[in-house]
């Protein structure tokens, strides 16, 4: 068996490669490096003693696609590739839809041709509707506020057009929360170019120097203390989420959209007061105004995953900070420090 994973560079991929060499799964990285840097490759090797396959291209590239296929003995895709950072999205939605659905739809069309018809969807929570109360069950109602959440949507539409069209597809569709923390080790983690969008990132890189103080977008929300509230996932465990899809794949019926979270909200002023904690190192704030299409707060039910995947959390959130801190502080400018 050997698995295709697109993407495989990245903050997740990266790490879902880690869990699935552990257990001597083969595996072939698909990545343009638009988003990941190359080094990725040594770091995963450190960890594991194996080097991953690389592939380097685009998923839009239907003919590297099809020699991909051709040339390697793929038996399933994990499809990580695309672009995720909500505001790009509203400001360039072409390119969103461009990169996560037509890249999704030759991706797709590569596999059919190829007659690899498995694939574990990165999907996000980010689908759920602000009309819906948390915590969100895979039933909630959808509805979305920005491109980006719109591609994901309308993936999951087309996988699932595609399962009822030919139901030799096996497809899990996994809703991510948020993913935070590195693998252990502190040799891979997230490595946001620029200005960090996401909470995590940001808290990390004022604790180690790099920015000055931390903005809290809205303390007047309806939480306990006003900010907004989360559910954080340790990116180890997500890891191993999509390893147990990958393995209960063959039992499961045929497509599922199955949440990965904790089921525990987090707000951002206990996010501070943890990473506080796990690094020793003050992190300043200032209350910001709301950001615009922010919830107040999102969490999941995890029971779906538990009964069909037998997946449970392991990681605290005082884990999580403890991990991203490690990774932080080794690799204070990310993967391009000198090593
Ligand atoms: P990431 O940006 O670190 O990883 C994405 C990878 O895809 C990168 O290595 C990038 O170089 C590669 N890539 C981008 N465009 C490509 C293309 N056209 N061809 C080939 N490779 C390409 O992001 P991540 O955080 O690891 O997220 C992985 C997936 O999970 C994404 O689809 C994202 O939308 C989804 N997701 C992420 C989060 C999150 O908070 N990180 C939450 C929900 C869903
Ligand atoms: C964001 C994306 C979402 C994506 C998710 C995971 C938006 C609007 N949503 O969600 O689509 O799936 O990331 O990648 O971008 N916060 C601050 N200050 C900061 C950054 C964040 O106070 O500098 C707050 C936010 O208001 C929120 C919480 O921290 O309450 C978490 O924010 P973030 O990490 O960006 O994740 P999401 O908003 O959940």
């Excluded at 990266?14 to 799964?25: A, F, G, M, P």
């Excluded at 999205?89 to 390119?95: F, G, Q, R, Y």
């Excluded at 993913?179 to 940001?202: F, Q, R, T, V, W």
Aim: charged residues 25%; aromatic residues 8%; glycine residues 8%.
């Amino acid at each position: 068996m050997q698995i295709l994973v697109t993407g495989g560079a990245g903050f997740i991929g990266s790490h879902t490669c880690v869990e699935l060499l552990k257990r001597n799964i083969d595996l072939i990285i698909l990545d343009n490096f638009y988003n990941a840097s190359p080094k990725v490759l040594d770091r995963i090797e450190t960890i594991t003693g194996k080097r991953p396959a690389l592939c380097v291209g685009d998923i839009r590239d239907e003919a590297l696609l099809d020699t991909v296929f051709a040339e390697n003995d793929i038996s399933a895709v994990i499809h990580f590739a695309g672009l995720k950072a909500v505001g790009e999205s509203v400001e360039k939605p072409l390119l969103y839809y461009g990169v996560n659905i037509e890249g999704t739809v030759k991706l797709l069309s590569a596999m059919d041709r190829a007659g690899v018809r498995k694939i574990i969807f990165s999907s996000s929570a980010s689908v759920y509707s602000d009309e819906a109360a948390c915590p969100f069950s895979e039933d909630s109602l959808t509805g979305c506020t920005n491109p980006y959440s719109w591609t994901k949507w309308m993936i999951e539409q087309i996988l699932t057009d595609l399962h009822r069209a030919d139901d030799r597809w096996k497809i899990v569709i996994l809703r991510y929360f948020n993913p935070i923390g590195a693998h252990p080790s502190g040799l891979i983690g997230e490595d946001p170019k620029g200005i960090p969008n996401n909470l995590l990132p940001y808290v990390a890189q004022v604790a180690v120097g790099r920015r000055e103080k931390l903005g809290v977008f809205g303390n007047d929300y309806p939480t306990p203390d006003g900010t907004g509230v989360r559910d954080y996932i340790h990116v180890c465990d997500l890891a191993r989420g999509h390893v147990l899809a990958l393995e209960k794949m063959e039992e499961l019926p045929g497509l599922e959209i199955i949440n990965l979270g904790t089921g525990k909200g987090s707000s951002v002023l206990e996010v501070v007061s943890a990473f506080e904690k796990a690094s020793g190192k003050p992190v300043p704030y200032e209350i910001k105004p709301r950001r615009a299409g922010d919830k107040p707060e999102c969490y999941c039910d995890p029971e779906k995953a538990k009964r069909l995947l037998g997946f449970e959390t392991e990681y605290s959130l005082e884990d999580m900070c403890r991990d991203s801190w490690n990774w932080q502080s080794k690799n204070p400018f990310g993967y391009e420090q000198p090593e």
